[in-house]
């Protein structure tokens, strides 16, 4: 079965510091990896997934995630932290035997110090 | 600008009076999905439709029924709301099957139960 687990459910940055939220993973089989952003009252919205291919995956808004298959992690990076950044961050895993089920982590809430 | 929408974004029904969410969408996509959110956990995935196929998760309550009357909108009911039953529901849609398509999130309906 798959599963996700993100270390720290809160992380502080202080403004233009490096953004760094850690997301580890359990799968069977080669996963799909996704991260999502969820601003307060709002949907989730998609920053980046890996599918195939290459390991290190470009998001939306300077994010960036690399899959490390050894360290059965998908962790998240930005290199200089926006007030903007503040939000829920989700990590979630799928494979080829869930096809059309996503599983969510328990989320990481970033604040963003001015 | 072609979006998923949901409404209520805030709804407040009584201890076992039926109450129903509404979710549209105006991408035409094939897959339609809700979820049920708690405060500070991940999102739930409770069922989902493939065109008009429905798929139930194994664990969730009978208490929660879906309608899909037509590509665009999707329907949550709740038969007997309980105070658990309190939470943010997500509605988001994919073009189609399969863990490799993006899923849309709608901005959620917040749900209390008096």
């Known amino acids: 079965a798959q599963s996700v687990t993100q270390l720290g459910s809160h992380v502080s940055v202080s403004e233009g510091a490096l953004v760094l939220l850690r997301c580890n993973y359990s799968s069977s089989v080669p996963p799909y990896l996704f991260w999502y952003v969820q601003y307060p009252n709002q949907g989730l919205q998609l920053l980046l997934k890996y599918t195939t291919g290459a390991t290190l995956v470009k998001g939306i808004n300077g994010f960036e995630a690399e899959f490390k298959k050894s360290e059965t992690s998908f962790h998240l990076t930005k290199p200089s932290a926006h007030m903007s950044d503040a939000a829920e961050y989700f990590c979630?895993?799928?494979?080829?035997?869930?096809?059309?089920?996503?599983?969510f982590g328990p989320g990481t809430s970033l604040s963003v110090i001015p | 600008d072609a979006m998923v929408i949901q409404n209520p974004r805030y709804q407040v029904t009584q201890f076992g009076k039926p109450v129903t969410l509404s979710c549209s969408q105006t991408l035409n996509h094939n897959v339609m999905y809700w979820y049920q959110q708690k405060s500070s956990q991940a999102p739930k995935l409770l069922f989902h439709?493939?065109?008009?196929?429905?798929?139930n998760e194994a664990d969730t309550p009978d208490n929660f029924q879906s309608r899909r009357p037509n590509t665009s909108f999707c329907f949550l009911d709740i038969r007997s709301p309980g105070l658990g039953d309190a939470a943010m529901y997500l509605c988001a849609t994919s073009r189609d099957r399969g863990n490799l398509y993006e899923q849309y999130f709608g901005p959620g309906t917040r749900l209390t139960v008096t």
């Open positions: 439709y493939y065109d008009k196929d429905f798929n």
């Open positions: 979630a895993v799928s494979d080829s035997t869930s096809y059309d089920k996503v599983i």
